[in-house]
């Protein structure tokens, strides 16, 4: 790629919800990322299928996006078998199931008021923006 992509994740920020949901704490729904391509001009927007990776720092410093949690979706491969051969290892069901997801595992109110959303699709683009958590 001669040019740099330029996108944006677009994200629902909600309150945490469930049985495990703790006060002041929220997650994060990734529902797909749109991207500029400088080749042709024109913007695309994928929903999570055409996404092979996310993740997100729940406490961004503006200095550095420290992976805090991770995860793996897609629908053109199979992400659970493409990650078992990455790794060379097996990888239990039940932990997968909390990696492939579209909506993040709950997290605290970040102290520096912000998150940062990183993601990466099949192709290998990869976006990052940062967002206020009030």
Same mark, same amino acid.
Request: no cysteine; hydrophobic share 30%.
């Given at each position: 790629n001669l040019f740099v992509i330029f996108g944006e994740p677009d994200i629902e920020i909600r309150p945490a919800s469930g049985t495990n949901a703790a006060q002041d704490h929220f997650e994060v729904e990734i529902k797909g990322v749109d991207v500029f391509h400088p080749q042709t001009g024109e913007i695309r927007s994928n929903g999570p299928d055409e996404i092979a990776c996310w993740f997100l720092d729940t $406490? =961004?410093? +503006? +200095?550095? &996006? &420290?992976?805090?949690? @991770? =995860? &793996?979706?897609? @629908? %053109?491969? $199979?992400? =659970? !078998?493409?990650? !078992? %051969?990455?790794l060379k290892a097996e990888i239990h069901e039940d932990a997968w199931a909390t990696l492939n997801r579209a909506t993040s595992r709950p997290f605290p109110r970040p102290k520096s008021g912000r998150i940062a959303v990183k993601v990466i699709d099949h192709l290998g683009d990869e976006v990052m923006k940062v967002f206020r958590v009030g």
């Open positions: $406490d =961004y410093n +503006e +200095e550095s &996006f &420290f992976v805090r949690h @991770a =995860y &793996f979706l897609g @629908a %053109t491969n $199979d992400p =659970y !078998k493409s990650l !078992k %051969t990455s």
